[in-house]
């Protein structure tokens, strides 16, 4: 259980903090799955108010977290979340972890079980670099957001936008925000933004649900 596979670390980690935050609401119920040292939460507790938890399954990240007062339990998200009740969270947050779990639609569906809606981000495989250096160089990509060799990387999946979207149809997942993140900027209008993203932010919702508020 010491494996460090949910903790990938984020050149772009103030970014994508700032961007979760912006798409919580104060005073939510948020668990962070895949939660590191607990930074994110512990911003949204003391700055939004949030009621929050993390799950983890790296030891010394539960540690960190509880030295920050962060409450955390050690999980193997491929073990499943079936002790966790239905809708006990109105946010499920997975920031650069679906593409290390083995079951990545499995988590997605039990996010939403959860939780009213989910938000997640994930690498885009499809990036001009990653596509330039298989092209030219026939090797193994490795760039600034994703800086493993295929040897000693915690990646087991590899997914573009179109990819993702495809999953989430499969799921009957709804995709209420899709924020391409290009050149450290969320932008959420941009031109051939498969191409572009270096990464990926999702607001995502059961596709069942009748859900009329706002979108985030």
Known sequence: MGKKRYCMPDPQAAIT???????????????????????????????????????????????????RGVPAILMDLDQGLSTIPDD???IAVLSQT????????????????????A???VPNFAH????????ISGRTPVTESLPYSWYNTPNLHFMSMADFRELAGRLNVR??????????????????????????????ERGDRDDSSTAA
């Open 17 to 67: 903090d700032e961007l979760l935050m912006q798409h919580i609401e104060r005073g939510s119920r948020v668990i962070d799955l895949g939660c590191g040292d607990g930074r994110l939460l512990e911003k949204l507790r003391d700055d939004h108010g949030c009621s929050v938890q993390g799950a983890e399954l790296d030891l010394s990240e539960i540690y960190a977290c509880i030295a």
């Open 88 to 90: 006990t969270f109105d």
């Open 98 to 117: 679906l593409q290390q779990v083995r079951h990545p639609a499995s988590v997605l569906s039990e996010m939403l079980r959860i939780s009213r809606r």
């Open 119 to 121: 938000l997640v981000v």
């Open 128 to 135: 001009w670099k990653i596509r330039q250096q298989v092209v």
């Open 175 to 204: 995709i209420v925000h899709e924020i391409p993140i290009i050149a450290g900027r969320p932008q959420r209008r941009a031109w051939l933004p498969n191409v572009r993203a270096e990464s990926l932010f999702y607001i995502l």
